[in-house]
């Protein structure tokens, strides 16, 4: 009895052992890459300032359900987005009444 009990205690120091280790061993690399990929896929805004700047232009568009940042779907008309996209966007510019580089002159 007392045997089988050291020796479910010696498994289960091993397991914390080994878990320990893994994750002190992936902490550091975890710490560098995981708030960029958690950035990535929970942040999909702008920051909240994005645009005061008298020389910044942010126009903000609207993307179809079937293209995503991970992928774009079979069924997705790719021209058809771009040009909404670029219609949109120099929908926007003509507005806001900027004109010049790097925006390319739009043809009519």
């Known amino acids: 009895m007392l ?3 050291a020796i ?3 498994i289960l120091w091993l397991l914390g052992m080994v878990t320990f280790l893994s994750l002190r061993s992936i902490y550091r690399s975890a710490g560098i ?3 960029d990929v958690v950035e990535t896929y929970l942040n999909t805004s702008a920051p909240p300032w994005a645009g005061e700047a008298p020389n910044e232009c942010v126009i ?3 993307v179809p ?4 940042t991970l992928g774009i779907a079979e069924d997705a008309d790719l021209d058809g987005a771009l040009s909404k996209a670029a219609e949109a966007t120099f929908r ?3 507005r806001k009444d900027v004109h010049g580089a790097p925006f390319p002159a ?3």
Do not use: M, V
């Open 3 to 5: 045997e089988t009990i």
């Open 8 to 10: 479910i205690l010696i």
């Open 33 to 35: 890459l995981g708030s």
């Open 60 to 62: 903000r568009l609207t």
């Open 65 to 68: 359900g079937n293209i995503g």
């Open 92 to 94: 926007e510019l003509e």
């Open 106 to 108: 739009r043809a009519k």
